[in-house]
């Protein structure tokens, strides 16, 4: 089992940048792979990027394709979301998720076992 812990949401102008960390309890953490998701008001919860155990395989939402960045440290237990040239529309809660031996990234969110608690991100106009 796994527990996750996301951090770094907040407010943002829009074509700013902001990094979300996603923290990860256990030592079995590089057998996950690891989706971040997102959620607007009223909206159903998304695919936003996901990352393959091994940190060798990404893959993005065509939305964010370009902009965004998933990495993570598989030493620190952690993924990462950088988030570059934002816009309005990607303003969400963003959650991270994860499944264990996994060996493809899947985009539908009740492929995941382990969700944190979400992260609020606002981007202004």
């Known amino acids: 089992q796994v527990q996750l812990v996301e951090s770094g949401g907040g407010l943002v102008q829009a074509g700013g940048s902001r990094r979300l960390s996603c923290a990860a309890s256990?030592?079995?953490?590089?057998?996950?792979?690891m989706g971040w998701f997102r959620q607007a008001p009223g909206k159903e919860r998304e695919f936003v990027a996901g990352?393959?155990?091994?940190?060798?395989?990404?893959y993005y939402a065509d939305s964010v394709k370009g902009r965004f960045t998933i990495s993570r440290d598989n030493g620190k237990n952690t993924v990462y979301l950088q988030m570059n040239s934002l816009k309005p529309e990607d303003t969400a809660v963003y959650y991270c998720t994860a499944k264990q031996w996994e060996m493809v990234v899947h985009t539908a969110p009740d492929t995941y076992d382990y969700w944190g608690q979400g992260t609020q991100v606002t981007v202004s106009s």
């Open positions: 256990g030592r079995t953490f590089s057998s996950y792979t």
């Open positions: 990352i393959l155990w091994n940190g060798g395989n990404t």
